[in-house]
């Protein structure tokens, strides 16, 4: 490994109702259609030309009743060396799966959701991955970006001490209260690491908003990576920044039809991602989360700061 630069590609593997009109993990994870296919087998494939191997957080609630296929989808990423984390839009369960658990459907979101409300989850759809992979969880991602403090704290009681959820774009979404305005990995006071994804403030060009765009695939006009050559460029991200963390989704190489659905068109958003990576990969060193605790042990990635929980507490009905 180089010793200064790392980067993560992170995959928010999810088969929503709303992408897909009908077999959803077929559709949106695997990228099976009638004119073709792109989904993680490529990722995976194209990844493996360049050693890379990618973290795949899969969500566990969006396609509930599609348990065997999303079974058969963490075995193969498994099995295939990719680092398979857990996800969660918890908003997508059915009605019937909380009254079975004892619970009101309401409220829906994650981010608004008391201490034991969010233990629940995070408890019942980590063992489900665990029993799919046989490894227990080491990272989380919340659907949307939709998290709070009492989010933490249920990490922190299933010993999953990686949170990839620092994000100024969801913060601007009102999809969570509190994220903080950096790149660099910190820590909450309850231990738990947190990995922001790398995001850039394009205020100067929404004069009237306060703009953030993501490092994401497919790239985005206000914040994309290229070659230090072209680092000048506004907007640009390039070797010179020592830690990446790219946002990615199952469905990324698809295209949105005017139904609103993921649909295969053709493979130009697949040409497009093998020359990213191969440039990616001569640049710096893709991790996974498994990689990270040892990193940050040895103090090749450096925590910034230990930060409070307090600002990220969601005052939920009941509380003053």
């Known amino acids: 490994m180089r010793s200064d630069k790392y980067a993560l590609l992170t995959v928010d593997t999810e088969a929503l109702p709303n992408r897909a009109p009908e077999d959803h993990v077929r559709r949106l994870m695997w990228g099976e259609h009638e004119r073709g296919?792109?989904?993680?087998?490529?990722?995976?494939?194209?990844?493996?030309?360049?050693?890379?191997?990618?973290?795949?957080?899969?969500?566990?609630?969006?396609?509930?009743?599609?348990?065997?296929?999303?079974?058969?989808?963490?075995?193969?990423?498994?099995?295939?060396?990719?680092?398979?984390?857990?996800?969660?839009?918890?908003?997508?369960?059915?009605?019937?799966?909380?009254?079975?658990?004892?619970?009101?459907?309401?409220?829906?979101?994650?981010?608004?959701?008391?201490d034991e409300r969010a233990e629940f989850i995070i408890t019942y759809f980590a063992e489900l991955l665990k029993s799919f992979t046989g490894k227990q969880p080491l990272a989380f991602r919340a659907g949307s970006f939709r998290w709070n403090a009492g989010t933490l704290r249920a990490l922190e009681r299933n010993g999953i001490t990686l949170s990839f959820n620092n994000s100024m774009c969801a913060v601007r979404n009102r999809q969570c209260q509190f994220s903080l305005p950096v790149n660099e990995p910190y820590?909450?006071?309850?231990?738990?690491?947190?990995?922001?994804?790398?995001?850039?403030?394009?205020?100067?060009?929404?004069?009237?908003?306060?703009?953030?765009a993501r490092l994401q695939y497919p790239q985005s006009i206000y914040f994309r990576y290229r070659p230090g050559w072209l680092s000048w460029l506004p907007g640009s991200v390039s070797h010179r920044s020592p830690f990446l963390v790219f946002l990615l989704h199952s469905w990324s190489f698809l295209y949105r039809n005017r139904a609103g659905y993921e649909v295969y068109r053709?493979?130009?958003?697949?040409?497009?991602?093998?020359?990213?990576?191969?440039?990616?990969?001569?640049?710096?060193?893709?991790?996974?989360?498994?990689?990270?605790?040892?990193?940050?042990?040895?103090?090749?990635?450096?925590?910034?700061?230990?930060?409070?929980?307090?600002?990220?507490?969601?005052?939920?009905?009941?509380?003053?």
Request: aromatic letters at 14%; one cysteine or more; hydrophobic letters at 40%.
């Open 37 to 114: 296919r792109a989904g993680i087998r490529e990722m995976v494939e194209i990844g493996a030309e360049f050693g890379a191997r990618l973290v795949f957080f899969l969500d566990m609630c969006g396609a509930w009743t599609y348990r065997d296929e999303l079974a058969e989808v963490a075995r193969w990423l498994d099995a295939q060396g990719q680092d398979v984390q857990l996800h969660a839009h918890p908003e997508y369960l059915p009605a019937k799966f909380w009254t079975s658990c004892n619970f009101n459907s309401r409220p829906p979101y994650l981010n608004t959701y008391p």
């Open 187 to 212: 820590q909450w006071t309850n231990g738990i690491v947190e990995i922001p994804v790398t995001e850039h403030h394009v205020c100067p060009v929404f004069k009237h908003r306060d703009w953030w």
């Open 266 to 320: 053709d493979d130009r958003y697949l040409v497009a991602y093998r020359k990213l990576l191969k440039q990616l990969c001569k640049d710096y060193d893709v991790i996974t989360s498994t990689d990270l605790p040892d990193l940050v042990q040895r103090g090749k990635i450096r925590l910034s700061h230990v930060q409070d929980l307090q600002p990220a507490e969601y005052l939920y009905a009941g509380h003053k």
